[in-house]
């Protein structure tokens, strides 16, 4: 079945240690997404890439980075996570963007100890 | 903001029940989403309501959409204990038409 799949489901990392949280598709969607979810609130979107062009939300900390090597993979980058960047991280794909549907992975939750 | 609001923020019901959530937002729209997500889980995107549709059907769902009053409806019907679930209305407010989400009802479906 055609999916996003998000590696690892849990990671636990150490303040200020670098950490990378990686999604995979196979929908061969132009459009990948990384969100910020935490406890009982609405996913914020970080930025996403259309094609390999990068589109970062204004609001999104220096500290997070984001890579697409290809169609298929998106990385998220945590340079020194802090307490507060402890959330589910969460990728999402779309053909275009435009509000189309998007098709989500499980996310990644991420733990700073 | 342009986010969208969901009422009740939180919603229990019996199995059988019908459950009803709200949503309301800020500007025009092309179209609004609703999703679901499961606990510990991604979301999943139930059903796409077009400005220019005032009902949607899929299933047990049921979506309304008034663009006067810039506001739409799910409604389940006869829910089901794997109905318990956050719902969260989405529609495309940010930037380059991206989707902003509300903040969700949380519905629980009691056996």
């Known amino acids: 079945d055609a999916m996003v799949i998000q590696n690892p489901r849990y990671q636990v990392t150490q303040f200020g240690k670098p950490v990378t949280l990686s999604c995979s598709q196979t929908?061969?969607?132009?459009?990948m997404y990384w969100y910020q979810q935490k406890s009982s609130q609405a996913p914020k979107l970080l930025f996403h890439?259309?094609?390999?062009?990068?589109?970062n939300e204004a609001d999104t900390p220096d500290n997070f980075q984001s890579r697409r090597p290809n169609t298929s993979f998106c990385f998220l980058d945590i340079r020194s996570p802090g307490l507060g960047d402890a959330a589910m991280y969460l990728c999402?794909?779309?053909?275009?963007?435009?509000?189309?549907?998007?098709?989500f992975g499980d996310g990644t939750r991420l733990s700073i100890l | 903001s342009q986010q969208g609001e969901e009422d009740p923020q939180a919603l229990s019901i019996q199995e059988g029940e019908n459950a009803t959530m709200n949503c309301s937002y800020k500007?025009?729209?092309?179209?609004l989403q609703w999703y679901r997500q499961n606990s510990g889980r991604g979301l999943v995107h139930l059903i796409l309501?077009?400005?220019?549709?005032r009902e949607k059907h899929s299933g047990r769902l049921r979506v309304t959409l008034d663009t006067s009053k810039k506001s739409s409806s799910l409604l389940i019907t006869a829910s089901r204990a794997a109905d318990t679930a956050s719902y969260f209305c989405?529609?495309?407010?940010?930037?380059?038409?991206?989707?902003?989400f509300g903040k969700g009802t949380k519905l629980s479906v009691k056996p």
């Open positions: 309501i077009r400005s220019n549709e």
């Open positions: 989405a529609t495309g407010g940010g930037s380059q038409g991206n989707l902003i």
């Open positions: 999402a794909t779309s053909m275009n963007t435009g509000n189309q549907p998007q098709h």
């Open positions: 890439y259309y094609d390999k062009d990068f589109n």
């Open positions: 929908l061969n969607h132009n459009v």
């Open positions: 500007t025009s729209i092309n179209n």
